[in-house]
């Protein structure tokens, strides 16, 4: 695999701040439609995956996904926000409208040692900005971390290598912004990093 990450863009307004935030780690990316296909992104063969937020419900009649085919590459996946409802959807999950939608600061807990939240304290301060929530998770996943309102805040499947965060790391709101893409990245992905050119 090459030395970089796609980032399937569901149409968040904060895509650009994912994207900043892995060349902060100076680890090249590339922003791409939510709906590029399993066979072309193969073809780029990239380190890891990044699925976006979005404005959407995945509850809406037309809400975006991406080829299915695309858990089947064996590429280690992030999913934030609308990202992490799409996996859970897509993989067999349970995704329900929130009776008190979450916006703002909020503080999760940890509830499972994990390589993607490591470094972050038992309850940290967070950025959340959703209207549905996780109610089940796939086959194979497993939660680790929680919020007053939202019990499946993080979810990971280690053996598939696919982890899944509902709040927003990519914002500087989020205490310990950087950490997420740093596990991601360097301890999942198993990047190293390189000098970038703009």
């Not at 980032?7 to 650009?16: A, C, N």
């Not at 994207?19 to 890891?48: D, F, M």
């Not at 995956?49 to 996904?65: R, T």
């Not at 990245?185 to 390189?194: H, N, Q, S, T, W």
Request: aromatic share 10%; charged share 25%.
């Amino acid at each position: 695999m090459r030395n970089f990450v796609l980032i399937l863009d569901f149409g968040s307004q904060f895509t650009h701040l994912i994207e900043k935030s892995v060349r902060l780690q100076n680890v090249y990316c590339e922003v791409i439609p939510y709906n590029t296909s399993a066979q072309e992104i193969k073809k780029k063969s990239p380190s890891g995956l990044i699925f976006s937020g979005s404005p959407y419900s995945i509850m809406d009649k037309n809400a975006p996904e991406c080829d299915k085919k695309i858990f089947d590459l064996s590429i280690p996946i992030l999913g934030i926000c609308y990202g992490m409802q799409v996996i859970t959807d897509m993989l067999g999950g349970v995704v329900k409208p929130a009776t008190k939608k979450e916006y703002g600061y909020n503080e999760i807990k940890i509830v499972k040692k994990n390589i993607l939240l490591q470094g972050f304290s038992n309850n940290e301060i967070i950025w959340m900005s959703h209207s549905d929530f996780v109610e089940k998770t796939p086959e194979g996943f497993k939660i680790i971390a929680c919020s007053k309102n939202t019990p499946i805040s993080a979810m990971q499947n280690e053996d598939a290598r696919i982890y899944a965060v509902q709040f927003h790391p990519e914002v500087t709101h989020t205490e310990k912004v950087l950490t997420v893409f740093r596990n991601f990245l360097f301890k999942i992905c198993k990047i190293k990093p390189e000098c970038i050119q703009d």
